[in-house]
Protein backbone atom coordinates (compact mmCIF):
# COMPACT_ATOMS: atom_id res chain seq x y z
CA UNK A 1 0.00 0.00 0.00
CA UNK A 2 2.96 2.43 0.48
CA UNK A 3 4.28 2.03 -2.59
CA UNK A 4 0.40 2.79 -3.96
CA UNK A 5 0.75 5.79 -2.18
CA UNK A 6 3.91 7.03 -3.00
CA UNK A 7 3.27 5.92 -6.87
CA UNK A 8 0.15 8.34 -6.60
CA UNK A 9 2.38 11.21 -4.74
CA UNK A 10 4.94 10.76 -7.76
CA UNK A 11 2.69 10.49 -10.29
CA UNK A 12 0.41 13.45 -9.17
CA UNK A 13 3.53 15.24 -8.81
CA UNK A 14 5.42 14.76 -12.58
CA UNK A 15 1.47 15.44 -13.71
CA UNK A 16 2.00 18.82 -11.79
CA UNK A 17 5.77 19.65 -12.51
CA UNK A 18 4.87 18.91 -16.37
CA UNK A 19 1.51 21.22 -15.79
CA UNK A 20 3.66 23.90 -14.05
CA UNK A 21 6.57 23.83 -16.99
CA UNK A 22 3.43 24.10 -19.85
CA UNK A 23 2.06 26.90 -18.14
CA UNK A 24 5.58 28.61 -18.03
CA UNK A 25 6.57 27.94 -21.46
CA UNK A 26 2.56 29.11 -22.40
CA UNK A 27 3.40 32.76 -20.45
CA UNK A 28 6.99 33.13 -22.26
CA UNK A 29 5.25 32.59 -25.50
CA UNK A 30 2.99 34.84 -24.56
CA UNK A 31 5.64 37.87 -23.14
CA UNK A 32 7.95 36.68 -26.74
CA UNK A 33 4.53 37.34 -28.78
CA UNK A 34 3.81 41.46 -27.12
CA UNK A 35 7.21 41.84 -27.66
CA UNK A 36 7.37 41.07 -31.05
CA UNK A 37 3.96 43.19 -31.49
CA UNK A 38 6.08 45.87 -29.70
CA UNK A 39 8.74 45.64 -32.46
CA UNK A 40 6.64 45.17 -35.21
CA UNK A 41 4.64 48.63 -33.72
CA UNK A 42 7.63 50.13 -33.51
CA UNK A 43 8.74 49.51 -37.09
CA UNK A 44 5.43 50.00 -38.39
CA UNK A 45 5.79 54.00 -36.67
CA UNK A 46 9.43 54.65 -38.04
CA UNK A 47 7.92 53.42 -41.50
CA UNK A 48 4.97 56.39 -41.52
CA UNK A 49 7.42 58.54 -39.85
CA UNK A 50 9.81 58.22 -43.08
CA UNK A 51 7.07 58.58 -45.28
CA UNK A 52 5.69 61.91 -43.21
CA UNK A 53 9.16 63.11 -43.73
CA UNK A 54 8.90 62.79 -47.32
CA UNK A 55 6.05 63.64 -47.49
CA UNK A 56 7.12 67.39 -45.82
CA UNK A 57 10.22 67.23 -48.10
CA UNK A 58 8.48 67.01 -51.27
CA UNK A 59 6.31 69.76 -49.53
CA UNK A 60 8.91 72.33 -48.90
CA UNK A 61 11.56 71.25 -51.34
CA UNK A 62 11.06 75.07 -52.91
CA UNK A 63 11.57 76.49 -49.62
CA UNK A 64 14.29 74.25 -49.19
CA UNK A 65 15.92 75.57 -52.25
CA UNK A 66 15.55 78.92 -52.03
CA UNK A 67 16.73 79.16 -48.45
CA UNK A 68 19.84 77.18 -49.82
CA UNK A 69 20.52 79.76 -52.73
CA UNK A 70 20.20 82.32 -50.42
CA UNK A 71 22.90 80.94 -47.74
CA UNK A 72 25.15 80.13 -50.70
CA UNK A 73 24.73 84.14 -52.24
CA UNK A 74 25.18 85.47 -48.13
CA UNK A 75 28.53 82.71 -47.99
CA UNK A 76 29.82 84.25 -51.25
CA UNK A 77 29.26 88.21 -50.09
CA UNK A 78 31.19 87.13 -46.59
CA UNK A 79 34.37 85.43 -48.30
CA UNK A 80 34.10 87.96 -50.72
CA UNK A 81 34.11 90.76 -48.12
CA UNK A 82 36.75 88.92 -46.16
CA UNK A 83 39.21 88.82 -48.99
CA UNK A 84 38.42 92.19 -51.35
CA UNK A 85 36.48 94.42 -48.59
CA UNK A 86 35.92 96.47 -47.17
CA UNK A 87 33.23 97.33 -49.62
CA UNK A 88 31.72 100.95 -50.20
CA UNK A 89 28.06 101.24 -50.70
CA UNK A 90 28.10 101.67 -54.46
CA UNK A 91 30.03 98.25 -54.17
CA UNK A 92 27.06 97.22 -51.66
CA UNK A 93 24.74 98.20 -54.40
CA UNK A 94 26.68 96.50 -57.34
CA UNK A 95 26.42 93.35 -55.47
CA UNK A 96 22.15 93.77 -55.10
CA UNK A 97 22.46 94.04 -51.67
CA UNK A 98 19.06 94.91 -51.11
CA UNK A 99 17.91 92.02 -53.38
CA UNK A 100 19.85 89.60 -50.75
CA UNK A 101 18.59 91.07 -47.32
CA UNK A 102 15.19 90.86 -49.03
CA UNK A 103 15.08 87.45 -49.79
CA UNK A 104 16.35 86.81 -46.45
CA UNK A 105 13.16 88.44 -44.40
CA UNK A 106 10.92 86.90 -47.13
CA UNK A 107 11.93 83.54 -46.50
CA UNK A 108 12.25 84.15 -42.34
CA UNK A 109 8.62 84.84 -42.61
CA UNK A 110 7.28 82.12 -44.88
CA UNK A 111 9.99 79.25 -44.24
CA UNK A 112 11.10 76.51 -41.89
CA UNK A 113 10.55 77.21 -38.58
CA UNK A 114 13.79 76.09 -37.05
CA UNK A 115 15.45 78.04 -39.51
CA UNK A 116 13.46 81.69 -39.12
CA UNK A 117 15.46 82.78 -36.22
CA UNK A 118 19.04 82.37 -38.14
CA UNK A 119 17.46 83.73 -41.31
CA UNK A 120 16.33 87.01 -39.45
CA UNK A 121 20.19 87.13 -37.87
CA UNK A 122 21.67 86.76 -41.33
CA UNK A 123 19.35 89.39 -42.50
CA UNK A 124 20.09 91.78 -39.89
CA UNK A 125 24.21 90.84 -40.16
CA UNK A 126 23.93 91.83 -44.20
CA UNK A 127 22.19 95.41 -42.84
CA UNK A 128 25.32 95.74 -40.86
CA UNK A 129 27.41 95.21 -43.47
CA UNK A 130 25.52 97.85 -45.48
CA UNK A 131 25.36 99.92 -42.33
CA UNK A 132 29.41 100.20 -41.93
CA UNK A 133 30.18 100.82 -45.44
CA UNK A 134 33.34 102.32 -46.11
CA UNK A 135 33.20 105.85 -47.70
CA UNK A 136 33.08 105.47 -51.35
CA UNK A 137 36.94 107.19 -52.74
CA UNK A 138 38.34 103.71 -53.02
CA UNK A 139 39.95 101.68 -51.28
CA UNK A 140 41.75 102.07 -47.37
CA UNK A 141 44.66 99.88 -48.64
CA UNK A 142 47.12 100.88 -51.27
CA UNK A 143 48.98 98.50 -53.03
CA UNK A 144 51.87 98.50 -51.44
CA UNK A 145 50.08 97.71 -48.22
CA UNK A 146 50.32 101.33 -46.78
CA UNK A 147 47.09 102.70 -45.44
CA UNK A 148 45.80 105.40 -47.25
CA UNK A 149 44.86 108.57 -45.48
CA UNK A 150 40.98 109.92 -46.82
CA UNK A 151 39.61 113.25 -46.62
CA UNK A 152 42.77 113.83 -43.58
CA UNK A 153 40.92 111.01 -41.72
CA UNK A 154 41.43 107.48 -41.21
CA UNK A 155 39.79 106.99 -38.45
CA UNK A 156 36.45 106.46 -38.96
CA UNK A 157 37.39 104.59 -42.38
CA UNK A 158 39.05 102.16 -40.65
CA UNK A 159 36.26 101.92 -37.90
CA UNK A 160 34.15 100.93 -40.30
CA UNK A 161 36.35 98.58 -42.13
CA UNK A 162 36.70 96.75 -38.98
CA UNK A 163 33.34 96.51 -38.19
CA UNK A 164 32.43 95.15 -42.09
CA UNK A 165 34.87 92.54 -41.54
CA UNK A 166 33.43 91.38 -38.16
CA UNK A 167 30.18 91.45 -39.48
CA UNK A 168 31.20 89.32 -42.63
CA UNK A 169 32.78 86.54 -39.97
CA UNK A 170 29.77 86.63 -38.42
CA UNK A 171 28.03 86.21 -41.41
CA UNK A 172 29.90 83.59 -42.45
CA UNK A 173 29.42 81.54 -39.12
CA UNK A 174 25.78 82.28 -39.26
CA UNK A 175 25.33 81.06 -42.18
CA UNK A 176 27.30 77.69 -41.39
CA UNK A 177 24.87 77.20 -38.19
CA UNK A 178 22.09 77.57 -40.70
CA UNK A 179 23.67 75.07 -42.58
CA UNK A 180 23.16 72.51 -40.31
CA UNK A 181 20.14 73.22 -39.08
CA UNK A 182 18.74 73.14 -42.90
CA UNK A 183 19.84 70.04 -42.90
CA UNK A 184 18.91 68.76 -39.78
CA UNK A 185 15.16 70.10 -40.96
CA UNK A 186 16.02 68.00 -44.11
CA UNK A 187 17.07 65.33 -42.67
CA UNK A 188 20.45 64.66 -44.03
Not at 64 to 88: K, M, T, V
Request: hydrophobic share 45%.
Amino acid sequence: MLTFIAGLVIGVLTILATIVVAWRQRVIQLHDRDADRAIERRAELEREEHQAKIARREQWQPEYDAIRRRLECGEELAYRLLRYGPFSASQFETLDIATVLLNSEILAARGVEGLREKLLAIASCIDDLVRNAVPGQGPLVAADGQCKVLDGALKTPMRLAVLQDRAARDLAELIKAARQVLRAEWGD
